[in-house]
Every structure is written in structure tokens, then in C-alpha cells.
């Protein structure tokens, strides 16, 4: 079965600075992983998404997360926080080799403050 | 492209009433929808999933009977809270996925139900 971890809650990182929201993942198969991004009352916005081929995966809003299959790790990072990206961020898995499987499981999330 | 809507973006009803959220794919054909429940500073927990002209499936735990879903059509599916209580409110999130797409689903805004 799938799983995914976000093992923190709350990340707090000062406007300017780099950040890492970080996601583990556990998977039978091959995985693929994506990052999606909510804001108050609002759906699911997709930042990026990894299914083969580079690690570095570049998405939306200068996000970029790298696949790392050794730590079965997925963490998204960005070189320069904007207070506009306090947020609510979910890293979600599917299990590609599950073809009876459509839906994704997603992470517990990962609250983001950037702090002017 | 790949846009969900959901109507409405808000509802409060009564206790005892029923209540229709739509979910729709606005510019691609969805096989199949889900439709999620995320209770506050929680992440998504899938409800069910439906397949256009098939009966929902349904995840362990949600009543079938008290949450109605019909995917009547390639774009349209609905979610009816029958008999709401107060513990059905929560934020209902539905998505698609294109049979043209084997790994990625499209997110609604989500819908906020609110029962008095």
C-alpha cells in the first residue's frame, strides 16, 4: 500500500531565504509523486509532478523538487521565499504499477509561513 | 486546459435536508471523478470514485447511502449529502481524470458545506 509522510507540520522560513517542505514516500512500485499547494478555502493548485526521467523537477511559482529513490524522498524547495507563499503544501504519491489504484494519497500536509 | 469547476463554492443548509455539489470537467472528458472530505487543518481523505455510467465506488468507513454520487455524463458528476448533520460539514473537494491521462487528476476549488 501506499503512504506518504510529511513529517513537519509547520515550517517557518523568513522572506528571502530558501525553503524545504519535505516528503518521504512508500510505494510497492515505481512512484509517481506530486506537489500540490492550497490556499484558504481554496481547491488543490498543482505545482509540479515527477514521473520519469530527471530527478530536478521544475514546477510552478520557481518550485523545484528532487526525486531521490535511495531516501524515497520527494522535497520541495525553493531558493527564495515570498510571504505570498505561506500556504498549505501536500505531497501526494501513486503507485504506477497499480493499475486498479486511480487515486492518489496524499500526505497529512505541511503549513508554510514566510515571514516579511 | 484540464479545468474542474464546482458549483456551489459555498452552501449552509439545515440539518435533516439534502444538499447537491457539482463537480464538472470544463474543457476535457472525465472516465473517472473522486470526490474527497478534508476537515479543517487536515489533509484530503478520499470518499469514493466514480466512473461515468458506473455505480461509485465507495472507500471503507463512507456511508453510500447518506452520500450520493452519480457520474451521469463525461463532465458532470454530483455528490448529494442526504439527511445532512452538522458532522457532515467539512470542505468537499472533487477531481478528474481523462482516460487520455494515467497518472494525473485535475482538482475543483472545493466546495464549503455548513450545516446549522
Known amino acids: 500500500a501506499q503512504s506518504v509522510a510529511q513529517p513537519e507540520d509547520q515550517v517557518n522560513v523568513a522572506e528571502g531565504n530558501p525553503l524545504t517542505v519535505k516528503c518521504t514516500y512508500s510505494v510497492s512500485g515505481n512512484p509517481y509523486l506530486f506537489w500540490y499547494v492550497q490556499y484558504p478555502n481554496r481547491g488543490l493548485q498543482f505545482l509540479l509532478k515527477?514521473?520519469?526521467?530527471?530527478?530536478l523537477v521544475k514546477g510552478s511559482y520557481g518550485f523545484e523538487a528532487e526525486f531521490n529513490k535511495s531516501q524515497t524522498s520527494f522535497h520541495l524547495k525553493k531558493p527564495s521565499a515570498l510571504v505570498s507563499d505561506s500556504a498549505l503544501y501536500f505531497c501526494?504519491?501513486?503507485?504506477?504499477?497499480?493499475?486498479?489504484?486511480?487515486?492518489?494519497?496524499f500526505g497529512p500536509g505541511t503549513r508554510l509561513s514566510v515571514l516579511p | 486546459g484540464a479545468v474542474v469547476s464546482q458549483h456551489p463554492s459555498w452552501v449552509i443548509c439545515k440539518s435533516g435536508t439534502s444538499v447537491k455539489i457539482e463537480c464538472r470537467s470544463l474543457?476535457?472528458?472525465?472516465?473517472?471523478m473522486f470526490w474527497y472530505r478534508q476537515f479543517p487543518k487536515q489533509s484530503l481523505m478520499l470518499m469514493a470514485t466514480?466512473?461515468?455510467?458506473?455505480?461509485?465506488?465507495?472507500e471503507q468507513g463512507v456511508e453510500k447511502d447518506k452520500f450520493l454520487i452519480n457520474h451521469a455524463s463525461l463532465t458532470l458528476s454530483t455528490l448529494t449529502v442526504t439527511s445532512a448533520h452538522p458532522e457532515d460539514s467539512s470542505f468537499y473537494i472533487c477531481s478528474a481524470r481523462s482516460g487520455d491521462s494515467s497518472y494525473e487528476q485535475y482538482f475543483g476549488p472545493g466546495t464549503r458545506l455548513t450545516v446549522t
Open positions: 466514480s466512473n461515468e455510467g458506473s455505480k461509485a465506488t465507495y
Open positions: 474543457d476535457f472528458q472525465a472516465t473517472t
Open positions: 501526494a504519491v501513486r503507485d504506477w504499477e497499480d493499475n486498479y489504484g486511480q487515486n492518489f494519497v
Open positions: 515527477y514521473i520519469t526521467g530527471d530527478n
